[in-house]
């Protein structure tokens, strides 16, 4: 059932798989038109939605230019809670921190709430070759594990996925049919999952904000299912990205206000959780170790830079359900972990430029994205400095001589004015008719999918 995509290739190799599935390409288009109108729908309820999103604004940029403080004050409180901190250097770090602390407690088995950041470190990977069992408990991620596959959609992992996909899919672990109901199919996985909730030794979750003063971490989920990770087994390890911070209480209601609403049109999800340390004497529930690990993998040299408003992401997904692009390719043709136009941006910066930069051309650069983002991050122009970095760094040599050649060609206004009367001429050489396959590469690929429209055979300055 899974589509098979190469992500040793290049984003043209897995963008071709996804359009050649129609149904994947129905399910997304579904999706993401609900999901907008649900948010358009929800930011109705605030007085001011435009005012709301500037104050979102300023409050990550505020926090990440006092970052370092709010990660100790954080770190001090939770560690006076009773919890464990451990900031991880990279993804490396903090797959071997958590597969460590499974090992000494004699951990074979770990129930795992939905956590972008334990995608970004192959936790279930390392886990595994551990000999440890790693299950994934939201039911999107749920259905994208069993299907051998990487979450599409950073809000909903299984957006790629019809009713009648995910039937098959179940069928086939039950060992029988089971009926095309998503009531069915969410009670067959309940079932198989409920054993695994109260039999698992660690559980791990992720965070959608910490909040540095009394060192607690908060998690928004729309299934129970965080907090049985988080409750039940007796150890409990949440994983972080450094950014994903906010200073008090009353920054938090913002965030959680904008988050809900821009993801999936709710005031508030259905579970908001509040996590403060292991469980305390005299609390019935909750972890008897509790460890938190805060990731940079990156992020904290993107401080102070051109790029630094890419930390301000609260993780919503509004960016990928407005982007023409995603609409069409979906998420697997981006990266096995983040997509959309915030993937565009983040794997670039925490990867490298060479090695995914190319994922900044995956956009129309039409704004869509920028006008969603709750927090205002201007992520159009991002793509652009990234596409500008590619040139510099990533572009081959044929590209390098054809971007200084158009340079060359336009940089003064007389050199501007010869290029624009040439192409007049061939506009009426041609009778300006559109042409259907343009013979020379790389424009050859560019008429592959679309028609280019002809030249005109006059030019614009010259027009009365």
Request: proline share 5%.
């Amino acid at each position: 059932m899974s589509e098979v995509y190469d992500y040793a290739g290049g984003f043209g190799e897995r963008a071709a798989v996804s359009l050649a599935n129609p149904g994947l390409r129905r399910s997304i288009a579904t999706a993401t038109d609900l999901q907008t109108g649900n948010r358009l729908a929800g930011l109705t309820s605030l007085k001011d939605p435009e005012a709301m999103r500037a104050l979102g604004a300023q409050i990550r940029a505020s926090v990440m230019s006092r970052l370092d403080e709010h990660l100790e004050r954080l770190a001090e409180n939770w560690t006076v809670a009773g919890g464990q901190v451990f900031f991880a250097a990279d993804d490396k770090e903090a797959s071997s921190y958590v597969c460590s602390v499974a090992e000494r407690a004699g951990v074979r088995t770990v129930v795992k709430s939905k956590s972008m950041a334990s995608e970004e470190i192959a936790l279930n990977t390392a886990l595994n070759g551990a000999g440890i069992e790693a299950i994934e408990t939201d039911l999107g991620e749920y259905i994208v594990q069993q299907d051998g596959g990487h979450p599409s959609h950073i809000v909903a992992p299984a957006i790629h996925k019809s009713k009648e996909d995910v039937a098959e899919l179940f069928s086939a672990i039950a060992g029988e049919p089971l009926p095309v109901d998503t009531v069915a199919l969410m009670k067959f996985a309940r079932g198989v999952l409920r054993d695994k909730f109260l039999n698992a030794e660690m559980g791990v979750s992720g965070v959608n904000f910490a909040v540095a003063d009394p060192g607690v971490i908060c998690m928004v989920t729309n299934e129970g299912n965080g907090r049985m990770c988080t409750s039940l087994p007796p150890v409990h390890v949440a994983i972080m990205g450094m950014e994903r911070l906010v200073a008090d209480w009353d920054q938090l209601a913002v965030m959680l206000a904008l988050l809900a609403r821009s993801a999936t049109g709710q005031k508030l999800t259905q579970y908001t959780s509040l996590l403060h340390g292991p469980r305390h004497p005299g609390e019935a529930d909750g972890p008897e170790e509790s460890h938190l690990v805060i990731l940079d993998n990156g992020r904290s040299k993107l401080l102070g830079t051109r790029y630094q408003e890419a930390l301000h992401c609260i993780r919503c997904g509004a960016c990928l359900n407005v982007c023409p692009v995603f609409r069409q390719v979906g998420g697997h043709a981006y990266d096995p972990v983040y997509s959309g136009p915030i993937g565009a941006v983040l794997n670039p910066l925490i990867k490298g430029t060479k090695e995914a930069g190319e994922l900044a051309h995956a956009s129309t650069l039409c704004g869509a994205c920028t006008e969603a983002c709750p927090v205002k991050i201007p992520l159009h122009d991002l793509l652009l400095r990234l596409r500008q970095d590619y040139a510099r760094e990533a572009a081959g040599r044929a590209e390098h001589l054809a971007y200084s050649g158009w340079s060359h060609a336009w940089a003064t206004p007389a050199r501007f004015r010869a290029f624009g009367r040439l192409g007049a001429l061939l506009g009426r050489l041609t009778g300006g008719r559109p042409v259907h396959r343009l013979p020379v590469p790389p424009l050859s690929r560019w008429t592959r999918g679309r028609t280019f429209p002809g030249w005109p055979s006059s030019i614009y300055r010259d027009r009365k």
